[in-house]
């Protein structure tokens, strides 16, 4: 089953998505109102149907409904007439809930270490000055075995940084005043925002996005972003963090049946706003190598040329809806957008652009041998499950029947960065020790005083174990204290994706 086509979209002829080729990405394009949301939903539809996990972001609250069946109302039974599709099976698919702010799925976190400084820069909106005033930061954090894990991690690294800038410059660089105001307004900021909770422990387990139910459907991962989207800096920045990750943990597998995971990038125009050239060379990186990973990923925007060429070429399967042409870009946008498809001698493509009606698309997907279909006019089909947001109670018992329900929701806060600085200097300062140039001692923090913002006293050395988990074995003991070594230098640079190396993508 899983390399026959999906059935996607009917005109004149069907149009199937071929499986093996989904993971040589895909763009879905088209004006507030066209349809982009129910085409996304059919194919996440048809690809959990043959066990492929897909993820996908809930920008407007009203993709959480494909968990639900559907029902034959008006609009549906007239698609489904006008497309002789017969007897329409209604059925949901299997769902798990996302949300970096814990309301309505799962907490999903990353570390600051993990993301690194240069999605970290951009998150921030530093400019190059500061940017490099920041991976200087994450130099020392490294050279010294610091952890960092959350905001007030970084916060007091920075700040430490900024105490001893004549000190750094000897071996790091210059490290401003301006500069280090500027990194902690950023992080006041995005506190207040609520960003910060993107950081933290348990960090997030790519193995459990690319997971199946127990009839072999794949599972269809929805963040909730419309809380999220209203700091779109983050949102875009999390997402582009996110595959990355998949980029850089999972093993090479080539040509597959089908992939191993499809990734829907919503509002695709925030990736690519005033991201410097060195990010933008490094997305085109990922998406053109990633597909070797068995990831297909598909960018969905109001207009194609909210994407950079680079990266528009590699776009192979192509769902194209209504555009209008009020303004000359507009106009530049349809002209762009027919240029683009193998053009069929029966359709005007350009013409066809700005008169598709709803779920209307202009539609051209791979072939079995890799190259472009001819452009077909067809009307996507409808969708099996419900369209639209469902109610609250019905999204918490989702989440409270997830095999991950209770993991996330159990917060660490293990000794890193904020907390050895602050030992180390309570040490020091109960032993009369006047406090200097940081140093590595036993306990492998730097001799140095903590920053005197924050009074918090440290956590406990041991996190919180969830009450569903027994004691640790052995194994697990020193697969947790391995685990920890990441405090080292080689072991954070390791953990950070090709999006976040302090080097700029060397590993």
Not at 93 to 114: A, I, K, L, M, Y
Request: aromatic share 6%; net charge neutral; hydrophobic share 40%.
């Amino acid at each position: 089953m899983s390399s026959e086509g999906l059935l996607i979209a009917k005109g004149e002829k069907e149009l199937y998505l071929l499986p093996r080729m989904a993971n040589r990405h895909g763009l879905v394009a088209g004006a507030t109102g066209t349809g982009k949301t129910v085409s996304l939903q059919v194919m996440a539809e048809n690809l959990s149907r043959i066990g492929v996990p897909v993820f996908m972001a809930d920008v407007k609250g009203d993709l959480a409904g494909i968990s639900q069946p559907g029902t034959p109302n008006p609009k549906i039974l007239e698609r489904a007439k006008l497309l002789k599709l017969g007897a329409m099976a209604f059925e949901g698919c299997p769902v798990t809930f996302w949300d970096v702010f814990s309301e309505q799925g799962h907490p999903v976190r990353t570390t600051v270490s993990g993301m690194g400084p240069l999605l970290l820069a951009r998150l921030l909106n530093l400019n190059d000055i500061q940017s490099g005033v920041l991976t200087i930061v994450f130099r020392f954090a490294d050279d010294n075995g610091l952890l960092l894990l959350d905001f007030k991690d970084l916060r007091a690294m920075v700040q430490y940084a900024g105490d001893r800038a004549d000190v750094f410059e000897t071996e790091y660089g210059r490290v401003s005043t301006a500069s280090i105001g500027a990194i902690q307004r950023g992080l006041l900021t995005l506190e207040e925002q609520g960003a910060d909770k993107i950081f933290g422990e348990p960090a997030l387990n790519l193995d459990d996005l690319i997971q199946t139910d127990e009839r072999g459907r794949g599972m269809i991962n929805i963040l909730a972003a419309d809380k999220l989207m209203q700091t779109p800096q983050a949102y875009s920045t999390f997402l582009l963090w996110l595959l990355s990750e998949l980029f850089e943990r999972l093993p090479e597998v080539g040509d597959q049946d089908k992939p191993r995971l499809v990734f829907f990038f919503d509002e695709a125009h925030l990736l690519f706003t005033d991201a410097p050239p060195v990010l933008l060379e490094k997305i085109e990186q990922v998406v053109r190598l990633i597909r070797s990973k068995g990831v297909g990923v598909f960018f969905v925007t109001q207009n194609p040329l909210d994407v950079p060429d680079v990266t528009l070429s590699q776009l192979g399967n192509r769902i194209q809806h209504a555009l209008r042409a009020f303004t000359p870009r507009d106009q530049k946008a349809v002209k762009a957008a027919a240029e683009t498809f193998r053009q069929n001698p029966k359709i005007n493509v350009e013409t066809a652009i700005t008169q598709l009606a709803v779920g209307e698309g202009l539609i051209s997907f791979l072939d079995e041998k890799g190259m472009p279909g001819i452009v077909d006019r067809a009307f996507v089909l409808p969708p099996r499950s419900q369209i639209g947001p469902i109610a609250p109670p019905v999204r918490q018992e989702i989440i409270r029947r997830s095999v991950l329900f209770g993991h996330y929701e159990q917060t660490i806060d293990r000794e890193s960065a904020y907390e050895m600085l602050k030992g180390r200097a309570e040490r020091t300062a109960a032993a009369g020790q006047p406090a200097g140039m940081p140093g590595p001692s036993n306990d492998g923090a730097p001799s140095s005083p903590p920053p005197t913002w924050d009074r918090r006293e440290p956590p406990p050395a041991e996190p919180r174990r969830p009450a569903s988990r027994s004691r640790d074995t052995l194994l697990e003991a020193m697969a947790k204290s391995a685990a920890r070594s990441v405090g080292s230098s080689l072991g954070r640079q390791i953990l950070r994706g090709v999006l976040g190396s302090i080097l700029g993508g060397r590993r």
